[in-house]
């Protein structure tokens, strides 16, 4: 089992930069897949950006991508995303997520564990 706790989110004007932290608590941080997902009102979850637990690959959403840069301290265990040259489209509550499968997905619904979220809002 492990718990999720997001940090990191405010208001930021468009252009600027945001880095969101998710702590996990628990010893096998190491051993599970890491995801950042987002929901803006009215509007389905979203992947973001994965990790794989070694932090060795990652894979991130058409949208973020060349913006957002997902990585992880297993030491600290501890995954980061950080979020340049925000558009007011980037608004939403941001949540981490972890899985422990045999693939890293794209699917909220492969995700077992969740952070409570941080909202995130850009201003035009």
């Known amino acids: 089992q492990v718990q999720l706790v997001e940090s990191g989110g405010g208001l930021v004007q468009a252009g600027g930069s945001l880095r969101l932290s998710c702590a996990a608590s628990?010893?096998?941080?190491?051993?599970?897949?890491m995801a950042w997902f987002r929901q803006a009102p009215g509007k389905e979850r979203e992947f973001v950006a994965a990790?794989?637990?070694?932090?060795?690959?990652?894979y991130y959403a058409d949208s973020v991508k060349g913006r957002f840069t997902i990585s992880r301290d297993n030491a600290k265990n501890t995954v980061y995303l950080q979020m340049n040259s925000l558009k007011p489209e980037d608004t939403a509550v941001y949540f981490c997520?972890?899985?422990?499968?045999?693939?890293?997905?794209?699917?909220?619904?492969?995700?077992?564990?969740w952070g409570q979220g941080t909202q995130v809002t850009v201003s035009s």
């Open positions: 990790i794989s637990r070694s932090g060795g690959s990652t």
């Open positions: 997520a972890a899985a422990n499968r045999f693939y890293i997905s794209r699917t909220s619904t492969q995700y077992d564990h």
């Open positions: 628990g010893r096998t941080f190491s051993t599970y897949d």
